[in-house]
């Protein structure tokens, strides 16, 4: 089992960056694809990025290509979602994601976090 756990959300005004990190206990996520997600009110979870084990990466929405990054740091055993340019309408609770391929963390990932609010004011 996997308990993944986000943190680095926050309060933040438009135009300012954040780095959300995504953690395990229990087990090393070397072996894992590791995937972010959004949710904001009222809208259905969006796919936002993933990373590969050999750190390949893929992006959804048009709207964070170019500002948001994934990243994956072994020796940490964490992976980044660093977001740049932050835009009101990026305010959501994002999630960690994990599974053994990009395309099961982009489908039916078999781990989720509890979320991190990530509020940007305009």
């Known amino acids: 089992q996997v308990q993944l756990v986000e943190s680095g959300g926050g309060l933040v005004q438009a135009g300012d960056s954040l780095r959300l990190s995504c953690a395990a206990s229990?087990?090393?996520?070397?072996?894992?694809?590791v995937g972010w997600f959004r949710q904001a009110p009222g809208k259905e979870r969006e796919f936002v990025a993933a990373?590969?084990?050999?750190?390949?990466?893929?992006y959804g929405a048009d709207s964070v290509k170019g500002r948001f990054t994934i990243s994956r740091d072994n020796n940490k055993d964490t992976v980044y979602l660093q977001m740049n340019s932050l835009k009101p309408e990026d305010t959501a609770v994002y999630y960690c994601?994990?599974?053994?391929?990009?395309?099961?963390?982009?489908?039916?990932?078999?781990?989720w976090g509890q979320g991190t609010q990530v509020t940007v004011s305009s």
């Open positions: 994601a994990a599974g053994s391929t990009l395309a099961v963390v982009k489908d039916r990932p078999d781990y």
């Open positions: 990373i590969s084990v050999i750190r390949i990466s893929t």
């Open positions: 229990g087990r090393t996520l070397r072996g894992y694809a």
